[in-house]
């Protein structure tokens, strides 16, 4: 395997020290083409996503002028944008230009596993402001005020960054001249890490698997659990004082949260896999289905706010229409 071979979840194995060579005829996989396939699938994926991305996020910012909920849902459409460019850079463009991958792909990827660690609490947030606003509502003005959801995102943005620093140690590229092409390109050494063979091992396996999985888990389906029992109370207590804004909210809320869910078991099946370093293949299949549903999870924002959201669908429309009258 080339050091640009690394996927988003780390298939590496350092137990003596070096990353072990792997063909695609020693797991008998089906070969280039259907990883090229793939590729390709994914590419149109999170092409469709940053576009339904950037839209949505124009359109949440018009109406969070009216509903301040709505702001972190902008941020998690910003972020999942710039999610995606990284994604196809650090991990999609191998399969379709090997060359090209090689020149962009070790800052890509160190720079999307730090956006992914943010985005994956930025989501977090988002479930947690929902519950208070649906279990204590009166108390929620003074809990979630902008100042201290201002703090809350700066103290994930500080954490992601420090949550990354060893990978960054670990990753950071080295360049080298390639006679073949004719460039300078780069390469990786994770062997080398200042944590060490066993630490570094520790660090991608267990460590990310608590953090990266297992607390977002917990705190996901709790939060999803609380929205679902608070909102069956609220509407068999008196279905009519139920306010319908509120509700599609609340949905959009779960369906987001939902697919991050499945994401994060996937993610922390492969996790699960490589600490207990099992076989490549199976780990390797995990990781290809890990990486496929981080892409789908980061491009549905859209069709979630598109579905739930009457008042997301009016402000879209328009926003074309103003678009319409300025071009007139």
Not at 34 to 63: E, Q
Not at 197 to 207: C, D, L
Request: proline letters at 3%; hydrophobic letters at 50%; aromatic letters at 10%.
């Amino acid at each position: 395997m080339s050091p640009h071979q690394q996927q988003f979840t780390i298939e590496i194995n350092i137990s003596n020290g070096q990353e072990e060579e792997i063909s695609d005829s020693e797991i008998n996989l089906s070969g280039e083409t259907v990883y090229r396939i793939i590729a390709w699938v994914l590419t149109v994926i999170a092409t469709c996503g940053v576009f339904g991305n950037t839209l949505g996020a124009a359109v949440l910012h018009r109406m969070q002028k009216t509903n301040g909920n709505i702001r972190l849902l902008k941020y998690l459409s910003l972020v999942d944008t710039v999610l995606l460019i990284l994604v196809f850079f650090g991990v999609i463009l191998f399969e379709l230009n090997s060359t090209i991958h090689a020149i962009f792909y070790p800052y890509a990827y160190l720079l999307a596993m730090t956006v992914y660690t943010f985005e994956i609490y930025l989501t977090v947030l988002i479930a947690i402001q929902r519950c208070i606003a649906i279990t204590l509502p009166f108390k929620y003005e003074s809990l979630m005020r902008a100042s201290v959801i201002n703090t809350i995102l700066g103290c994930i943005a500080l954490f992601s960054v420090a949550f990354n620093v060893p990978l960054w140690l670990a990753y950071w590229p080295e360049p080298y001249w390639d006679t073949e092409l004719n460039m300078q390109l780069f390469h990786t050494n994770p062997a080398t890490s200042p944590l060490g063979k066993e630490g570094f091992t520790a660090y991608v396996g267990p460590v990310m698997l608590v953090f990266r999985c297992v607390i977002p888990l917990i705190i996901l389906v709790t939060c999803n659990m609380v929205l679902v029992i608070s909102r069956r109370r609220m509407n068999s207590g008196n279905p009519q004082s139920s306010d319908r804004g509120s509700v599609k909210l609340t949905m959009l809320v779960l369906a987001i949260t939902s697919m991050s869910v499945l994401t994060h078991v996937v993610s922390a099946v492969d996790l699960l896999l490589f600490a207990l370093d099992f076989n490549l293949l199976n780990n390797l299949i995990i990781t290809r289905i890990a990486q496929l549903l981080i892409v789908i999870n980061s491009s549905t924002n859209f069709i979630f706010n598109y579905v739930f959201g009457n008042t997301f669908l009016e402000n879209l429309k328009s926003c074309f229409r103003s678009h319409v009258r300025a071009q007139n």
